[in-house]
């Protein structure tokens, strides 16, 4: 497709079960985001991507959240034992080149509920 | 961190009405950035602004990237129904470090 697309677009678990989260980028972007967005809330940088490493992470709330990258390309959120403090949107970005101009390209976003 | 502090939080407007909204920081920024929000949708950019002191335009909507680096602001000129959403403004401090973004300004028009 023309746009960054993420999957599943809702997904509701359970306290303590493991999410995943995708996103495919736009092609031939080489650097790709990932952010949470809050209810009532701007968006929260989490970790970015340029290429296939994590160029930065620090904004990952703690060990629980981890996300790959692994062909540069298509990359996945991972939550595991999630709590319910983690609902939120979670909103894939991608930019041709990373950083320079700021420009991001942002996907719909996975709502995710934890019960 | 860095924090973006944007107002109003809401504002209710007539169509036909011009809309102004900010954004200030504590510390500068080498970008500033525009972007809107529908509901169910992810953000998209309507301006960026790259230069201390820059006034740039796209149709109705005007964006300027303050003298200090520490503030910006966005104009919306005759507002139509469409223009209903959620307005972020977003920084950038140097290159290769993420965006930061506001809290942002939800806007209403009434027809």
């Known amino acids: 497709g023309a746009g960054v697309s993420q999957t599943p677009s809702n997904k509701v678990t359970e306290k303590g079960k493991y999410v995943e989260l995708r996103c495919d980028p736009i092609s031939g972007h080489t650097a790709l985001y990932w952010y949470r967005q809050s209810l009532g809330q701007g968006p929260e940088f989490l970790i970015y991507?340029?290429?296939?490493?994590?160029?930065?992470d620090s904004g990952l709330p703690n060990d629980r959240f981890f996300a790959v990258r692994p062909e540069g390309s298509v990359s996945t959120l991972k939550i595991q034992r999630t709590e319910r403090g983690d609902s939120a949107v979670y909103l894939c970005a991608s930019s041709p080149i990373a950083g320079t101009t700021g420009e991001l390209f942002f996907g719909e976003g996975s709502r995710l509920t934890v019960l | 961190g860095q924090q973006l502090n944007q107002s109003p939080q809401s504002m209710f407007i007539q169509e036909g009405e011009d809309v102004s909204m900010n954004c200030t920081s504590s510390?500068?920024?080498?970008?500033w950035l525009w972007y809107k929000q529908d509901p169910g949708e992810g953000p998209v950019l309507l301006i960026a602004l790259y230069k201390a002191g820059e006034l740039t335009s796209n149709g109705r909507l005007t964006a300027q990237f303050g003298i200090t680096r520490k503030d910006s602001f966005l104009n919306i000129s005759a507002s139509i129904p469409s223009d209903v959403g959620i307005y972020f403004c977003?920084?950038?401090?140097?290159?290769?470090?993420?965006?930061?973004f506001g809290k942002g300004t939800r806007l209403s028009v009434i027809a």
């Open positions: 510390s500068i920024f080498n970008t």
């Open positions: 977003a920084g950038q401090s140097e290159g290769n470090t993420p965006l930061v």
């Open positions: 991507f340029q290429g296939t490493g994590a160029a930065d």
